[in-house]
């Protein structure tokens, strides 16, 4: 098994699930995680011990619960722990990489009180794909519209560190780290191909700084 570079024979068949509204896992993408609560401490040392894996996935707010909890979008992404560490007071801080996305097959009983699933990567196998070599968007067009929108939510970034992202990995970084909606987050975790998901996330942060703000309540 080769994490470098994984091939189809390397993705389970089933694997538990992390639901979690907001947060977006996309192929080689590194997404920090706080695990604390009893659960997913055991979901974590299960995956540890057997392979590193799980699936980061959202859930559907738009659809009734399910027996196990909340109903989950059809799509997520397998991740695979690459650091972890645990705290005094057992909690455990990961790194996540984005491996390829899945789709769910059915949800499988729980186990230790965490949910699996059984996942279908067949319509996604290209995301085990080397990176392009050509830019899916042109850069300064992306990084222009990231600038306003930053701006607008007030959030503080360090400039230098996002220029020296390499092109393949800038929207792969940009979407998750952006403050978007859930089904927002969703819509770029489902786009087909690289080109596309940097269209979308284009297209998406041209409309946030367009949408009329939100009134404060008078404290």
């Known amino acids: 098994m080769g994490w470098t570079n994984p091939v189809p024979e390397d993705l389970p068949a089933a694997f538990p699930v992390f639901p979690l509204t907001g947060a977006l896992l996309l192929p080689r993408g590194k997404l920090p995680l706080n695990i604390f609560e009893p659960r997913y401490l055991a979901m974590t040392e299960d995956a540890l011990a057997a392979g590193r894996m799980f699936g980061m996935i959202q859930p ?100 230098d560190a996002i220029e020296q992202i390499p092109d393949h990995m800038l929207v792969v970084t940009l979407c998750m780290v952006c403050p978007l909606d859930p089904a927002e987050k969703q819509a770029l975790l489902e786009a087909l191909t690289p080109g596309e998901r940097a269209a979308d996330l284009l297209a998406l942060l041209r409309m946030a700084v367009h949408r009329p703000s939100v009134p404060r309540r008078p404290s």
Request: hydrophobic fraction near 40%; aromatic fraction near 10%.
């Open 60 to 159: 559907d707010s738009h659809l009734p619960p399910v027996p196990h909890g909340p109903a989950l979008f059809h799509v997520g992404c397998l991740g695979r722990i690459s650091s972890f560490s645990e705290t005094e007071d057992g909690r455990f801080l990961i790194t996540l990489t984005g491996v390829a996305r899945f789709a769910v097959r059915e949800e499988l009983p729980g186990q230790r009180g965490y949910r699996r699933v059984a996942g279908d990567f067949t319509p996604y196998l290209t995301d085990l794909d080397p990176p392009p070599a050509e830019p899916a968007v042109e850069r300064a067009e992306l990084l222009a519209a990231v600038r306003v929108f930053f701006r607008q939510q007030g959030i503080e970034v360090n400039w």
